[in-house]
C-alpha cells in the first residue's frame, strides 16, 4: 500500500498542479507526483488509514508523512486516481459532484481498496443517476462486487423482460449469472413459446419474481433491497 519515501532525491518528481495545498499537513507520493493534503479527510473516511499505512511500511519511522523528503508512497493507485478522489474531499462546487462514469468507477474502486465508506456510497448513489443499460449496469455492479441486495431487483427486470439474452449479453454477465437467470426465467414461465420473446404468465407478480430470483440466487433477506446503500 505505502513504501517509505527513501529516494525521493534520484526520482524526477513534481508537485501536483491542484492538490499541493498550502496547510496540507500530510504528503504522499504516487506516480513522482507529491500531494499536500489535509489529514482530516483520510482519517474522517477511515480512522486506520494513517495507522494501515505506518503497517505497510517496514522502515516507518516519527515523523512520516509531514514532508517530502517523508512522503507515503502509495504503490496500489495512479496520480490520476488518486486526483479523483482528492476531488471529491476538495470539490469546489460542493454539494454539486458532476464526474463521468469512468470517474466514478475509478472512485468507488479506491474507496473500496481504503474502506472510505462514505466516499463508497456517494460514488454508488451517483453511479445510480447515470443511465446506462440493464445489463452494462448489472456487469458493473458484478465488477464491482456491490452487495447482492442491490443485484436482485436488477436480475427481476432481466427476468421479466420478454426479450431472450443475446450472445452479447450472456458473454458480458459471465456463465455463473447466465444459468441463474435462464433457471429463474424458466420456473417463471409454465409453458415458454417459440421465438426470440417470452413473457411471463399473467398471473405472475413482481413479488413472485423476486422469490424466485432471491432463491435460484441463494439469497435471502432482500425484501429491502430498494433502500440498501453499499
Known amino acids: 500500500m505505502a513504501n517509505a519515501n527513501g529516494n525521493s532525491s534520484s526520482r524526477q518528481t513534481r508537485r501536483s498542479k491542484d492538490y ?18 489535509h489529514r482530516y479527510f483520510f482519517l474522517r473516511e477511515n480512522p486506520e488509514f494513517i495507522s494501515g499505512l505506518r503497517k505497510a511500511d517496514a522502515s516507518w519511522r516519527e515523523g512520516e508523512g509531514t514532508s517530502e523528503s517523508t ?25 454539486l459532484y458532476d464526474a463521468p462514469l469512468d470517474d466514478w468507477i475509478v472512485i468507488i474502486n479506491l474507496a473500496m481498496l481504503w474502506s472510505f465508506t462514505e466516499v463508497k456510497a456517494l460514488a454508488f448513489r451517483e453511479i445510480e443517476k447515470i443511465d446506462m443499460e440493464l445489463v452494462d449496469r448489472i ?22 423482460r420478454e426479450e431472450m439474452l443475446t450472445t452479447e449479453e450472456s458473454v458480458q454477465l459471465g456463465l455463473g449469472t447466465v444459468i441463474r437467470i435462464f433457471q429463474a426465467r ?12 417470452s413473457p411471463l404468465p399473467d398471473n405472475v407478480g413482481q413479488e413472485e419474481v423476486m422469490e424466485v430470483v432471491s432463491d435460484v440466487f441463494n439469497l435471502r433477506n432482500t425484501s429491502e433491497c430498494s ?4
Not at 502509495?74 to 496520480?79: R, V
Not at 424458466?186 to 420473446?197: A, D, I
Not at 433502500?227 to 453499499?230: C, H, L, N, S, T
Open 71 to 95: 512522503a507515503y508512497i502509495l504503490d496500489d493507485t495512479s496520480a490520476s486516481a488518486f486526483e479523483k478522489l482528492l476531488w471529491v474531499f476538495y470539490n469546489p462546487t460542493f454539494s
Open 227 to 230: 433502500d440498501y446503500v453499499p
Open 20 to 37: 499541493y495545498l498550502s496547510g496540507g499537513d500530510l504528503y504522499f507520493l504516487v506516480d513522482e507526483v507529491y500531494f499536500r493534503v
Open 139 to 160: 456487469e458493473l455492479y458484478q465488477r464491482l462486487k456491490v452487495d447482492y441486495a442491490v443485484l436482485v431487483p436488477l436480475y427481476a427486470k432481466l427476468c421479466e
Open 186 to 197: 424458466e420456473r417463471l414461465r409454465s409453458g415458454m413459446r417459440s421465438g426470440m420473446k
